[in-house]
């Protein structure tokens, strides 16, 4: 691919280290959460069962969204707007109709 095709989002966020900690934290719960729902799946389990530990691993992926986006109108949002960088309002607005789909 020519290197003028090329595009990519070199954007970071540095984060504290509690708010990593505590993002890293809830994702390894998260990740058992699955891993135990696989383990389900292959021992047989009834299906109501799974059904209710999906719902509690897609409730934690909720809840770390809504944390992840808490810390983003915190920090990334709140310092652009400061900047004068209103297209981040627009982003904002997009990610939020993603997640209420």
């Known amino acids: 691919m020519p290197e003028d095709k090329v595009t990519c989002s070199c954007r970071k966020k540095i984060r504290e280290e509690n708010e990593y900690r505590d993002l890293v934290n809830r994702l390894l719960r ?5 891993r135990g729902i696989r383990k389900m799946v292959e021992e047989d389990s009834y299906c109501t069962d ?7 691993a897609a409730s934690a992926l909720n ?4 944390e992840l986006l808490s810390h983003h109108i915190k920090t990334c949002v709140a310092d652009d707007i ?3 960088k ?3 309002v627009d982003e904002l607005c997009t990610v939020i109709a993603k997640l209420m789909k």
């Open 82 to 84: 400061r900047a004068g």
């Open 50 to 56: 799974i059904i209710v530990q999906v719902s509690a």
């Open 63 to 66: 809840s770390f969204n809504k």
């Open 86 to 88: 209103e297209e981040t």
């Open 30 to 34: 998260i990740e058992g959460q699955i």
